[in-house]
Nanobody, 118 residues
Framework: QVQLVESGGGLVQPGGSLRLSCAASGFTFSRYTMGWYRQAPGKGRELVAIIDAAGGMTNGPDSVKGRFTISRDNVKNTVSLEMNSLKPEDTAVYYC???????????WGQGTQVTVSS
């Protein structure tokens, strides 16, 4: 069974930091491009960051650029998102995503809630 399980979400104060993790299983992790997306209430799902099978990273929108860093571990089959200098507008459900660019196979996790508030 294919699974993407996010963890690490929670409540954090503005200016704080949080590390999200996504554990993957049921597919050949090292062959997939991995990504983090987020969706705030009433808004569409947006890309936060992606990292390809070779470790090449693509920055997300200006709203997160310079504050968030994506990484992957092909031994542990995990992808992480380090979030720093968090703002209230970062509040959203954060989703882990996997894509095989050759076969166009796409998997999604169920998401983890991040709330930035005093």
């Amino acid at each position: 069974q294919v699974q993407l399980v996010e963890s690490g979400g929670g409540l954090v104060q503005p200016g704080g930091s949080l590390r999200l993790s996504c554990a993957a299983s049921g597919f050949t992790f090292s062959r997939y491009t991995m990504g983090w997306y987020r969706q705030a209430p009433g808004k569409g799902r947006e890309l936060v960051a992606i990292i390809d099978a070779a470790g090449g990273m693509t920055n997300g929108p200006d709203s997160v650029k310079g504050r968030f860093t994506i990484s992957r571990d092909n031994v542990k089959n995990t992808v992480s998102l380090e979030m720093n200098s968090l703002k209230p507008e970062d509040t959203a459900v954060y989703y882990c995503n996997a894509v095989n660019v050759g076969t166009h196979t796409v998997y999604w996790g169920q998401g983890t809630q991040v709330t930035v508030s005093s």
